[in-house]
């Protein structure tokens, strides 16, 4: 699959990913690697230029009731007049019935709702403006919405960029939980909080190398760790060219070597 | 209460708070999804159907209501996927609509006072049958937005999550710029063309920072909207002014004042108490 916003600047080529049941897959690169690009392709926001995508076997857009997403961007809107629990609860427009007329009654969700939110710790914030919210409280908030979906696979653009150590700690365990029955994609800088937790990684840097759960328990995981985010790929690739270092797993998704 | 003797009066005092119970739903949707220069544009563009109902001779209302209409749907669709960068393109109908209103004057025979009042409202004037219409349009438009009160919250706050939520993002943008349209016909009535924005937009731009949710933002500029108009229409009663203008300048001058007070209490030192 390629894709470019302008037709001209090639922002992603030659992608070929497939995002596995229950795969939790941390996805890693440079600044301007395509990683929110890739995201938003899955998410059906924004069409392949070549090549195409598949979504549960639908093409995106079509089932998008069964993603979740959490946006990079949590400061759109900020002097919105509406509560944390209310961004919440548009996590339960249009899963069932007809123009959005939710199929869970408004009690239902309410309080699911506010029990996403208990579970994030953010509580006691549910009637807050979301412009009166911390960055990462906000983030939260976003987390929350897209839970909310109950979703089968769910799509994190940096979830934790603004949440504190220990806030960051209790949601990657969350996200474990729920890997139990839903597929998880985070996009993160933070290789290392997040390396006791995923299963796989995906470094995008315009082009992608996967590498599955049997591969990074090996070498590369270790070469990986030794480098700063923006080294890893440069490293991967190097990684993959040494003899024995993780070429043989590369079946069913890959990118170039 | 000897102002309401006059039975003008009382279909002043009718259509102003109609209008004000509209202005604030509908201002409040503007103000958050900063559709203002498009409602901008609707209003002037409106002219074209002033113009239409009289040279065809025309009833003025369902001719402005139509001819809005058509402008603003064609404003919702070259707006649709670039809202920032359309204005140039907003901007052209507004003036197109306005000069086509006014050839078409030029062309009708005979000299029409009455135009003025469109440009700058009459209120005063705004016989029973209008009133009627008013009302219905009115309650029509308070009656979807409450049916649809989720679905606009969401395409106003994220449209992204809204579209990927399933909802018709771009049927709900569509209704709610016609919606706009009927608003800015009925506003028409009481300030005149010109001044349709600042009714619109004004009471809502206080409420913004206040209110936690949509519903108390829509309530709150209503009411606010409503002491706007009831003391405009009372300025202008007493001391015979414009009545649209009178209201403007109500509105306009709360506006400022508590833009004001609100700049100097932030920049008083906290900690001190302020001397008085
Ligand atoms: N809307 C857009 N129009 C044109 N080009 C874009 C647009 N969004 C992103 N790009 C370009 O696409 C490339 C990839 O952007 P993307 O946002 O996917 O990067 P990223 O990997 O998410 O980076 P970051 O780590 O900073 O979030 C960048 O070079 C960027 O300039
Ligand atoms: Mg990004």
Request: proline content about 3%.
């Amino acid at each position: 699959m390629d894709f470019s916003y302008n037709g001209e600047d090639v922002v992603l080529s030659d992608i070929n990913l497939t995002i596995r049941e229950h795969d939790f897959m941390a996805v890693i690169g440079p600044n301007g690697g395509g990683k929110s690009t890739l995201i938003r392709l899955v998410l059906g926001l924004l069409k392949p230029d070549k090549g195409q995508i598949r979504v549960l076997g639908e093409r995106p857009g079509k089932l998008t009731q069964a993603l979740g997403y959490v946006p990079q961007n949590v400061h759109i809107n900020d002097h919105f007049p509406i509560t944390a629990l209310d961004v919440v609860l548009m996590g339960c427009l249009g899963t069932g019935g007809h123009l959005g007329q939710s199929r869970r009654t408004r009690k239902e969700c309410e309080k699911d709702g506010l029990a996403t939110l208990e579970r994030l710790g953010m509580a006691e914030h549910a009637h807050k403006k979301i412009g009166e919210l911390s960055g990462g409280q906000r983030q939260r908030v976003f987390i929350a919405r897209a839970l909310m979906t109950r979703p089968r696979l769910l799509l994190l653009d940096e979830p934790t960029a603004g949440i504190d150590s220990g806030g960051r700690a209790d949601f990657l365990n969350l996200l474990k939980t729920l890997n139990k029955d839903v597929a998880i994609v985070v996009v993160t800088h933070d290789l290392f909080a997040v390396s006791g937790y995923v299963k796989s990684v995906a470094c995008v840097n315009h082009r992608l190398h996967y590498h599955s759960q049997e591969e990074i328990e090996g070498q590369t995981l270790e070469t990986m760790y030794a480098c700063t985010v923006e080294d890893v790929c440069r490293v991967q690739v190097l990684a993959q060219g040494l003899p024995g270092a993780g070429l043989k797993k590369r079946g069913d998704a890959d990118g170039n070597p | 209460m000897e102002i309401l003797k006059y039975e003008f009066m009382r279909h002043a005092l009718a259509a102003g708070l109609l209008t004000s119970i509209i202005c604030g739903i509908m201002g409040t949707l503007v103000v958050v999804n900063r559709i203002v220069f498009l409602s901008g544009g609707i209003a002037h563009a409106a002219y074209g159907g002033i113009g239409m109902a009289f040279y065809f001779n025309w009833p003025v209302i369902p001719s402005t209501m139509g001819f809005s209409l058509g402008a603003s749907l064609v404003m919702a669709a070259v707006t649709l996927n670039n809202r920032q960068r359309a204005d140039t393109v907003i901007g052209v109908i507004w003036a197109v609509g306005m000069a086509f209103g006014i050839i078409l004057v030029d062309l009708t025979p005979g000299y029409n006072v009455d135009l003025m009042s469109y440009l700058f409202g009459s209120i005063l004037t705004v016989p029973g049958s209008d009133l009627i219409i008013m009302g219905v349009i009115g309650a029509l438009i308070l009656f979807l937005v409450v049916f649809f009160y989720k679905e606009l919250m969401a395409i106003s706050y994220d449209e992204e999550f809204a579209g990927l939520r399933g909802l018709p993002v771009r049927g709900i943008y569509f209704f709610l710029i016609a919606m706009l349209g009927f608003t800015v016909v009925m506003v028409i009535q009481v300030v005149g063309l010109i001044m349709v924005i600042a009714l619109l937009t004004i009471p809502p731009f206080m409420m913004e920072k206040y209110a936690r949710s949509l519903g108390t933002m829509m309530a709150g500029s209503s009411l606010l909207g409503a002491c706007f108009t009831m003391a405009g229409l009372y300025l202008s009663y007493r001391f015979d002014l414009t009545s649209g203008a009178a209201i403007i300048m109500v509105a306009g001058t709360v506006f400022l004042v508590t833009l004001g007070v609100e700049k100097i209490w932030s920049f008083m030192p906290r900690t001190v108490q302020p001397e008085n």
